[in-house]
């Protein structure tokens, strides 16, 4: 499997390399294999001077797809997401290395989602009915 290779400019990727070419690399590895990250969650009724502690979980969900409605004054009203809201929703994310130490004091290494970004010409596919979402 052929991906292309993005690079990271502020808070968009673009598909090039580091010397803006466009660039295909090999994501066989990845495929069919599930990876984690730290997960989002909705802090409902935070008083108006926190609510920026949900400011990931609308990044995540505007990013993937989801629209949340704004009420009378412009602002956006967040609501909790359920699962068949997301399945399927087409995204791009970034994965890195996470190294941790495990409860027998060995350093270990695995594969972690670090950011959701929008897939802008992604359309949602239809998942198997049997479908495990990890979150």
């Known amino acids: 499997m052929e991906v292309h290779k993005y690079v990271r400019n502020n808070n968009e990727y673009e598909p090039s390399n580091k010397d803006g070419e466009p660039e295909m ?3 066989g ?3 069919g ?3 984690r990250s730290a997960g989002v969650w909705l802090t409902p009724k935070l008083p108006k001077d926190q ?3 949900n400011r990931t979980y609308k990044e995540f969900f505007t990013n993937i797809g989801i629209e949340f409605p704004t009420n009378e004054n412009g602002s956006i009203e967040l609501s909790e997401i359920e699962e068949e809201d997301v399945i399927g929703m087409p ?3 970034d994965v890195k290395a996470y190294t941790y ?4 004091g060995e350093d270990k ?3 972690r989602v670090l950011n959701v970004f929008p897939w802008n010409d992604g359309a949602r596919k239809e998942a198997p009915k049997d479908t495990d979402v990890p979150f």
């Open 25 to 27: 690399i090999s994501a």
């Open 29 to 31: 590895f990845m495929t």
């Open 101 to 104: 130490t495990n409860k027998d």
């Open 109 to 111: 290494t695995s594969l």
């Open 91 to 93: 995204s791009l994310v």
């Open 33 to 35: 294999k599930k990876y």
């Open 51 to 53: 609510r920026w502690k």
